[in-house]
């Protein structure tokens, strides 16, 4: 089935530090990636996506690229702010399957001054 | 400014009692999505709809059902709530078509008691 597989959290860094968080995944087909933020209190917003091999997906200073060959979508940025702190879910979607989400378990940022 | 409106932010129920959890969204989207959030286990999705009277089990449904009676409203029921239901639950909306952005509601954050 499908699934999506992201690193452990908390991560801790501070304020201009070069962010990594990575994320690979299992899918049938060609899924579309995303990146998902969740700040305290609020629901989830879409921060990144791409919707095939080799594209960039980029926001607010982050990037990502779809990596078939490695089936990965790494969040990358390369100066991270204090309001940066929130949590991080890497998830994908399918053509088949009514384009339901699958979320990894979420990445949780700390970024201090 | 797109909106995905859940009717709670806090809700505390008793054992044992049907709650109803209401989600609205003005953005005629054709699919809609109820996840729950639990630390550690990122988000799960217990059912999502596709059309109006239409609906599908997630990965979770066991002790919820839904209703969808009109395209902007899904409401997620738990027929007789158990402490293992406290959570946070949250909507989701997204058009039909690949690679398509889901929009999601602030979450109500359920206790049962």
């Known amino acids: 089935g499908n699934s999506v597989t992201q690193m452990e959290g908390p991560v801790t860094l501070s304020e201009e530090a070069f962010l990594t968080i990575n994320c690979t995944y299992t899918a049938t087909g060609y899924p579309s990636l995303f990146w998902y933020v969740q700040y305290p209190g609020e629901g989830l917003q879409l921060l990144l996506k791409?919707?095939?091999?080799?594209d960039k997906g980029s926001n607010k200073g982050f990037e990502a690229t779809y990596r078939k060959e490695t089936t990965s979508f790494h969040l990358e940025k390369g100066s991270v702010q204090v309001s940066d702190s929130a949590v991080y879910f890497c998830a994908l979607s399918t053509s088949t399957g009514f384009q339901k989400l699958v979320f990894g378990t979420g990445t949780r940022l700390l970024v201090s001054p | 400014d797109v909106k995905v409106t859940q009717s709670s932010r806090y809700l505390v129920k008793r054992t044992g009692e049907k709650v109803f959890l209401e989600c609205v969204q003005d953005?005629?989207?054709?699919?809609m999505f109820w996840y729950r959030q639990d630390p550690g286990l990122g988000l799960r999705l217990i059912y999502f709809?596709?059309?109006?009277?239409?609906?599908e089990k997630g990965d979770i449904p066991e002790g919820y059902s839904v209703s969808r009676e009109k395209k902007e409203r899904f409401s997620l029921i738990l027929e007789s709530a158990s402490t293992n239901q406290t959570s946070m639950y949250l909507c989701a909306s997204s058009p039909q078509g690949d690679g398509t952005e889901a929009f999601f509601g602030q979450g109500t954050r359920l206790t049962v008691v």
């Open positions: 791409a919707t095939k091999a080799d």
């Open positions: 709809s596709y059309d109006v009277k239409m609906k």
């Open positions: 953005m005629d989207h054709e699919n």
